[in-house]
C-alpha cells in the first residue's frame, strides 16, 4: 500500500515485475496489479518508469523497498 | 415464537428491536444503455467513487480515534482498491464500449477481482474476498443512491442481526444503540465475537439461517450467556427476561461495589483476579474492573489488522502502550497463537485437512523461525517497561517447549550482542491446553516458571469436540469427569513443583466453575473482564475449606451431568440472583 502510494506521486507510468521471465508486469500505482505479482518476501523486483520523473520514481521506490530489507 | 441455539460468544440478555443487515447480494441484472447515455453512466460511477471514498476516509479517521490506528489501517486497502486505475479503467471502458449500466459495470469488474482473489494460493490474500464484496456493496449502493444502512446514527436500541458482520459495519456502528448481535456464522474468534466482547454486548454466533427467520423491527432476545436466540417471544418469555435483565441491573450495581474490595475467601486466602485482552486499549476496562493485571494477552490483532506481517516495531509499540497502562501489573504475553480457527491462516499455500491438528500456534512459530523472533525480541525489549512474562502456547512434548526456549535464548544472545536492554529474569510460562501436556505436567512443571491452562483447547481436544459445530456443539461440557481429572492434576503438578498455575480459559470466568477451581487449589484466574465481579463476589462469599468439600464432591462423581446440577445448586446457595 505504500508503494502504491508513493508511486502515485510521480507522474511517470511505473511498471514492477519480478524478473521471473514472466511476461508478468504490474502498473506500480494499482494496488490491485501489485498485489497480483504476489511479489513474497525473497522475489527479485524490478522496477521500470518512464516520463519526466522517471529517474527520481525509481530511485525513490527502489529505495523503499529497499527499507523494507533493512527491517530483517 | 422461535428459539434458536447457537454459540454464546459474549455474555449479557439483551431484549431488543432487530435490524436485519442485508447480506445478500444485490442483484443486478444485465441492462444496457444507449449511446448517448454513456456519459452520464460514466459520470454516476464517478460520483459514486467519489462519495464512497468520503465515506471510507471519514471511517478511517473515526475508527483510527475509536479504536486504534491498526483497525484503522483495514480501510487503506479499501480506498487503494478505489482509487485503483485497475478498477476505474475497466468499469469506464465496459460502460463505454459494452454499453451496460454502472452498476452492472462495478459488479463485473469488482467479480473478477474477487475470484481472482479467492484464487491465491496465499491465505491471507484469499480472505481480502471479504473486502472486496464490502467495496463492491459500498459502490454499488452509492450507484443505485441507497444510502448504505447506517448503523452509525440509529435514533433507537437494537440488536444487530446479519450473516457475519463485515469489518467496515462493525467499526461504523453506534455504540449507544446496539445492544447485542446475532449472526449465522462465526465461531469464538470470529470478528463479531471479538469486537462484541469488547463493546461488552451479549452475542450468539453459528445460528444458521437466523437472516432468513427474522425481519427489522421484530422483538428478539438475545441471551449470550446461554448461546439463545428467541424471534418475536411469547409474554411468558418476555416477562421471564425482562425479570432477569431487571435482575441484572441490580447485580451489576452491586458488583460495581465489589471492585476496589480485594478478591479474598472469608478464611484469608487472597485470589488474583486477573483479566484476558485483544487490545492494548482494553487493560484500562479490565483495570477499571479490578483486574490485578493481565493474565493472557493476545497479540494475534496485530496480525489481522494490517496487510502485512508486523514488524518488530510494532509489536513493540502495542507492548509498550499495554504496559503503560498497567502502571506496574503484570503481563501475560502469549506469543502468537494464530492457525485453526484464527483470523487468517497465514502464508499457509495448501489448505490444511485438519488445521485444528495441524500447523498451529508455536508449531506454526517453530517452522517460521524469523517471524517468531520478532516476536520474541520486541517482547524482551519491553521487559524493561513493567512486568512482562512470556507464555508459549499449545505446547504438546517438551521437545517444542526446550525449542521454544532456545530460540528465546537466541534472542537474548543477540539483544546482548546489540547493547539493547532487556530484563534477563522473566517468568516463561506454557500454556496447559492439549492433553498430553496436561498428562505430563509434571515434566514440564521443572522446565517453565508457570503453567496458565486453556481451557477451551483442553476441553476440544479431550473431548474431540469442535464447539463450533453445531451439530455436536452440545457435547462440549468443561465439567466432564475427564477434563476435571485433568485439571486437578495440572494444579497439583504445579504446587508440587511450588511453580504458579492459573486458567486463562473460559471457564475461570464462569460463576458456575468457581468453587470447584477455587476447591482445586487454583489462585489465578484469568477471564474476559465482565466476569470478574461475579467471580470476586463468589470467592468473597465462601471459605477456601467449604470450596475444598465442593471439589471433592465433584471429583467422585462420573458424569458432567452430576457435576453440573451439583455445582449449580452449591452456587445457588451463595448467589441465588444469578441463578
Known sequence: ?72 | MEIKKGIGVSPGVVISTAIVLDAEDLAIPRRHIEPQQVDQEIKRFQDALDKSLVELNDLRAAVTVKYSKEIGGIFDFHIGILKDPSLFEPVVSAIRNQKVTAEYAVSVVLRRFASNFQAMSDRYLADRVKDIYDIERRILHNVIGLKQESLGQLTYDAVVIARDLLPSQTAALDRTHIKGFATDVGGRTSHTAIVARALGIPAVVGLGNLTAEVSSGDTIIIDGNRGVVIINPDDDQLVEHREYERKREAIEIELKELQNLPAVTKDGHVISLQANIEFPEEVNDAVARGAAGIGLYRTEFLYMASASEPTEEDHYRAHADALKRLDGRPLVIRTLDLGADKYTQAKQVVPERNPFLGDRSIRMCLHNIPMFKRQLRAIMRATVLGDVRIMFPMISTLMELRQAKMILNDVVEELEDEGLPFRRDIPVGMMIEVPSAALMANQFAREVNFFSIGTNDLVQYTLAVDRTNEKVAGLFCPAHPAVLTLLRDVIRAGHRNSISVSVCGEMAGEPLYTLLLLGLGLTIFSMNSPDIGEVKKIIRSTTLEHARQVARRVMSFDSERQVLHFLREETRKIIPEVF
Open chain 1, 1 to 72: 500500500m505504500q508503494f502504491v502510494d508513493l508511486a502515485n506521486r510521480f507522474q511517470s507510468q511505473v511498471r514492477v515485475d519480478t524478473c521471473s521471465g514472466e511476461p508478468v508486469q504490474a502498473d506500480g500505482k494499482s494496488v490491485m496489479q501489485m498485489i497480483m505479482l504476489v511479489a513474497i518476501e525473497g522475489t527479485k523486483l524490478r522496477i521500470t518508469a518512464e516520463g519526466g520523473d522517471a529517474q527520481a520514481a525509481v530511485d525513490t521506490l527502489a529505495g523503499l523497498v529497499e527499507s523494507w530489507l533493512g527491517d530483517d
